[in-house]
């Protein structure tokens, strides 16, 4: 594969394909610690301050995955979900970390598999590496250049190449979409964007395997449009982007990351497979 380097000025010197595997590798590890907690007979959560939920799970998959990232990447600045509930900024640099430790975490609470672990490297405002594991899929998705799909278990580490699944998203088809919408976030704004597309069946999906599935050639077009963070998205969109597809906001311009005057939170979005999609989509709402 051709070398892609961040430039040293970020503290970030590394082959973005090996960023990306080294990403993966420590989600797949950090799942064995989120699937602990997921086997409990009960699974004990509490209320943030924005009345998400947070788990045991999360906070110990994010305190390994912040102590495994500071010894291969040290000094490289982080975004980290449960660091910024309790009033964690992000320091400066053109690159940095974004961890979303489980994403999906109603999911979880539910027992159900569509939860990831989200770790990906932004540079200049887009994403650059990420990687997503469902552990309760043994699923792994990772992109550089190129993105992947890998079977592995939790606790495992990523598979050898010959194993892995080069990632195409397909592009438009003409007998309609298949659209993919959030479990617990269906608003009347995403009701109004489908009611526009030719959409043939829409799938709930949760957490940032919309993006995943994006990829891999299994639908079409993901919208969005109640608020994330950008740890949400960035390695989903990591993915997404490496694959081919794109992540757009309502102007037609790719998500940017490190938006600090936004508190990192992204507006609204439409994630497509094929990446001229939007050029002949219907009016957004």
């Known amino acids: 594969m051709t070398a892609d380097k961040s430039p040293r000025s970020s503290g970030v010197s590394a082959d973005i394909d090996d960023l990306a595997r080294l990403f993966a590798n420590l989600a797949i590890a950090a799942g064995a610690l989120a699937m602990e907690t997921f086997a409990n007979a009960?699974?004990?959560?509490r209320l943030k301050s924005d009345t998400s939920p947070v788990t045991e799970a999360d906070e110990r998959v994010e305190a390994y995955l912040l102590r495994e990232l500071e010894l291969s990447l040290p000094g490289v600045p982080f975004l980290a979900e449960e660091s910024a509930a309790r009033g964690m900024t992000l320091g400066a640099g053109d690159a940095f970390l974004l961890i979303d430790?489980?994403?999906?975490?109603r999911e979880f609470l539910a027992r159900s598999s569509d939860f990831t672990i989200n770790v990906a490297l932004a540079e200049k405002s887009a994403p650059r590496a990420g990687a997503v594991y469902a552990p309760a899929q043994g699923r792994v998705w990772f992109a550089g250049a190129r993105a992947y799909e890998a079977q592995a278990a939790p606790g495992r580490s990523l598979p050898p190449p010959q194993d892995w699944r080069l990632l195409r998203a397909r592009p438009r088809p003409q007998d309609g979409l298949v659209a993919l919408i959030s479990k617990s976030h269906l608003d009347e704004e995403t009701k109004a964007f489908l009611a526009g597309q030719p959409i043939m069946r829409s799938l709930?999906?949760?957490?940032s395997l919309k993006f995943?599935?994006?990829a891999g050639g299994e639908a079409d077009v993901y919208p969005r449009f109640g608020p994330t963070m950008e740890w949400d998205t960035a390695a989903g969109d990591a993915v997404l982007r490496a694959a081919g597809g794109a992540t757009l906001d309502l102007q037609g311009a790719p998500l940017r990351y490190g938006k600090k005057d936004a508190d990192y939170r992204n507006g609204?979005?439409?994630a497509w497979a094929d990446a001229t999609a939007h050029e002949t989509a219907a009016t957004l709402p």
């Open 42 to 45: 009960k699974i004990e959560s």
């Open 204 to 207: 709930p999906i949760g957490s």
């Open 268 to 270: 609204p979005f439409i």
């Open 212 to 214: 995943c599935l994006l």
């Open 101 to 105: 430790p489980i994403d999906g975490t």
